[in-house]
């Protein structure tokens, strides 16, 4: 076990917190503000990049479980814990997001293409979009929630405990 990030690690971090931040906040509004051919060219973009944005967190995921990093030793017991969970539903959450995103495509009623090479869409099936849609609106306002309180514990941790929590992912 280690005590810091390795330098892949961070960068994923800050790579990952930027490109999931845009695609929640900027890249999602479009797609839903859009219609008819432009919702298709943008929906090419959108979910190409989710898959990349997934790719990163895979590997960011196997990265974590080779190089473990000690939790700073003045934390409460509840704290360790939480950060655990936090971070685990960050990878479950990202990976339930692309998955109902990639659904929504499969069913939708116009061709949806990955980066405009590779089709996923099957067939339109209205009732199924709107599973995925609700699921993919869903985990979109977890992910929101748990980025929010995971900026408030990091914050808390860094001014107000005085620890050098922001110097471990810098």
């Avoid at 900027?26 to 989710?50: D, N, P, R, T, Y």
């Avoid at 995925?132 to 808390?156: G, Q, R």
Wanted: proline residues 1%; positive net charge; glycine residues 6%.
């Amino acid at each position: 076990m280690s005590d810091s990030y390795t330098r892949t690690q961070k960068i994923l971090h800050w790579l990952l917190a930027i490109l999931v931040l845009f695609w929640l906040f900027v890249s999602g509004e479009i797609v839903e503000s859009s219609e008819g051919e432009a919702k298709g060219f943008i929906l090419m973009f959108h979910s190409g990049g989710a898959l990349v944005i997934l790719a990163f967190t895979l590997y960011r995921f196997a990265l974590r479980r080779k190089n473990t990093v000690a939790p700073l030793p003045q934390l409460k017991q509840w704290e360790k814990t939480w950060s655990r969970v936090n971070h685990l539903a960050f990878y479950a959450l990202i990976c339930v997001m692309v998955a109902s995103g990639l659904m929504q495509g499969i069913f939708f009623e116009q061709d949806v293409r990955v980066f405009g090479l590779i089709n996923i869409t099957v067939g339109h099936n209205e009732s199924v979009v709107e599973i995925f849609h609700e699921i993919h609106e869903l985990t979109a306002t977890l992910l929101k929630l748990l980025i929010a309180l995971h900026i408030l514990a990091a914050l808390k941790h860094q001014f107000i405990d005085k620890h050098a929590f922001l110097k471990r992912m810098a």
